[in-house]
């Protein structure tokens, strides 16, 4: 039961958290909409009023604007725009790697090989979004809500920070869902069970929902969000995370207010029913159900369009399109007619004589804003906190397979393995250790039984030790000085720092350190010291075969929800 109800949220979640609709989240004000005016044409702005701002300005589509900014893709990176009689590029902000949407006073943006920052409308940094607890902020939602903002840490955690980078949630939840009406959900592991919960902007529970309930909105809109309970049926959840539910004859819950929710059937029809679920105000006959600003509705009926009112009665008819949509409110409606696209206003009828062939739709370039932070310094130290001067962490240069401690029916025939669980790993790097023997570990014969058993060789001894290390970025420069220092610390000298592969020389072991893959993988070869007798040579075959390896090793990242 567990897994299957874990499953379903998780499904429900990662669908909202992955959506670019944004309609639902952020309900102020949009001052522009981007349109193109000819196919494959420069992008423009108008606003509500149906007046253009800029015409044939952008070759890429830009972002709504909201509170005055917008964005838009300029070669690699992106660029932050204010929407003034001419776009009027933020300071500092037209080589950004992310960026987000400005609202509550903040935009999240990502400079190259940087952590993420909230900056205000003028550029200037308001805050930079540090670890916490010494994990790193892997990325961030894409705007504020209610004055916070979900934050992922390295460890695959979710909190909240205000506008000045504080912590305000410390990040305990492995998925969560945007403020509203001053509430969010979240979901975290209590007592080996995910629990999803209903938390204040402090972070206090207010209320635990019953297991196999699975959302269906993200935020609370009059004190009531959709959901779904473990029969599948639906209904609204209320501040106190109360389930209500609503008719049987209900398969899907469309739009709501606090009087009423438009609803479609088992057969497809769209209706309007009144909040509480227990009257049909609208008999669900429509192909298409959808509220308009003024109270009214838009019904499709076949291939007819029609505004109704909340009993059903036609107001008029709306003619010459072949699709109506709504996708912003503030904007009236959109008609299709063939390729090209004429925003109406409240009485159906274009509100300009422009056609446009595209209009954005984007509130912001993605749902996330990710760091692009790599910290070299972690990389180097994690490989010198695991470096000793005969080995690392419990495998030792001389050691026999005996005294490792190995199974020999689990290495039987083989002369090296991998132990990656003490390997270095963390934001955007991962590594893998190798521990090589100079013999078979463990050999088999037949025993006065004739059964075929195993035994350790006991001329089997750790002859070399690798260590490598896949990073997301070019890290080398960074790195190599950092290990000179601290292999020099430990008691290891080296001939020569400016070389490219640097070889040090220890009492116990030498230590070969190298790049490959445009110094994205470091390599670290530590074997006898060439100057003692060494019974614990290496094959050649096994050298040859490391480096194969590591030509082809690559950094590969972990897929999380949002």
């Known amino acids: 039961m567990k897994g299957k109800h874990f499953m379903a949220l998780m499904v429900a979640m990662v669908a909202m958290f992955t959506s670019c609709d944004s309609t639902d989240e952020y309900r102020g004000e949009i001052d522009y909409v981007p349109v193109q005016v000819e196919e494959d044409g420069k992008w423009g702005m108008m606003g509500p009023d149906g007046k253009m701002l800029y015409t044939d300005e952008f070759t890429n589509e830009p972002t709504l604007v909201i509170n005055g900014l917008f964005s838009v893709k300029e070669g690699e990176h992106y660029a932050l725009y204010a929407a003034e009689k001419k776009p009027r590029l933020i300071p500092g902000c037209d080589d950004l790697k992310y960026v987000g949407m400005y609202n509550g006073g903040v935009i999240p943006v990502t400079r190259p090989k940087s952590r993420i920052t909230l900056i205000n409308d003028d550029g200037k940094t308001v805050a930079t979004l540090n670890p916490i607890g010494g994990k790193e902020i892997i990325h961030a939602k894409a705007h504020m809500t209610e004055g916070l903002i979900a934050v992922r840490t390295e460890d695959q955690l979710v909190g909240f920070v205000d506008k000045t980078g504080k912590v305000v949630i410390e990040p305990e939840y492995t998925e969560v869902f945007p403020f509203s009406e001053g509430l969010a959900l979240v979901v975290r592991i209590v007592k080996g069970e995910y629990a999803l919960s209903i938390i204040d902007t402090k972070g206090k ?240 014969d037949y025993n006065s039984f004739y059964d075929y058993v195993y035994t350790l060789n006991p001329l ?65 070869w530590m074997s006898k010291p060439a100057t003692q007798t060494n019974d614990l040579e290496t094959p050649e075959i096994m050298i040859d075969s490391v480096v194969d390896s590591l030509d082809s090793y690559t950094y590969t990242d972990t897929v999380v929800a949002w």
Not at 359 to 372: A, E, R
Not at 466 to 493: A, M, Q, R
Not at 502 to 517: R, V
């Open 205 to 444: 529970e207010i209320s635990r929902l019953k297991k196999g309930m699975s959302p269906a909105s993200r935020t609370f809109i009059d004190g009531r969000m959709t959901f779904q309970n473990q029969d599948g049926r639906w209904g609204f959840i209320d501040k106190k995370g109360e389930f209500t539910k609503v008719s049987s004859k209900v398969s899907y819950i469309g739009e709501y207010n606090s009087k009423y929710f438009t609803y479609m059937n088992k057969e497809g029809n769209w209706g309007l029913m009144s909040i509480d679920g227990e009257e049909t105000l609208i008999r669900p006959k429509y192909n298409s159900l959808r509220f308009r600003s003024d109270g009214t509705f838009l019904a499709k009926d076949g291939e007819d369009y029609l505004v109704i009112n909340e009993n059903g009665d036609k107001q008029f008819e709306i003619t010459d399109y072949t699709h109506i949509t709504i996708p912003y409110p503030q904007y009236g409606m959109i008609g299709v007619d063939g390729s090209r696209y004429l925003f109406l206003g409240a009485d159906g009828k274009p509100i300009n004589k422009e056609e446009f062939t595209d209009y954005g739709t984007k509130f912001y370039q993605d749902d996330l804003v990710y760091s692009d932070y790599f910290n070299s310094d972690a990389v180097a130290q994690s490989i010198l906190n695991m470096i000793s001067q005969n080995g690392i962490d419990k495998y030792h240069i001389g050691e026999t397979a005996a005294q490792l401690g190995l199974n020999a029916e689990e290495y039987r025939w083989t002369s090296s393995f991998e132990n990656d669980s003490i390997a270095p790993k963390g934001w955007r790097y991962n590594g893998s250790v190798r521990v090589n023997m100079s013999e078979s570990i463990a050999n088999g």
């Open 460 to 524: 089997s001894k750790v002859c070399a030790i690798s260590i490598t290390i896949g990073c997301e970025t070019e890290c080398w420069d960074d790195v190599k000085p950092l290990l000179i220092s601290g292999l020099k610390n430990k008691g290891f000298k080296i001939d020569d720092e400016d070389k490219d592969e640097l070889n040090f020389k220890g009492k116990e072991c030498d230590i070969t350190a190298y790049s490959l893959s445009n110094g994205k993988t470091i390599s670290l």
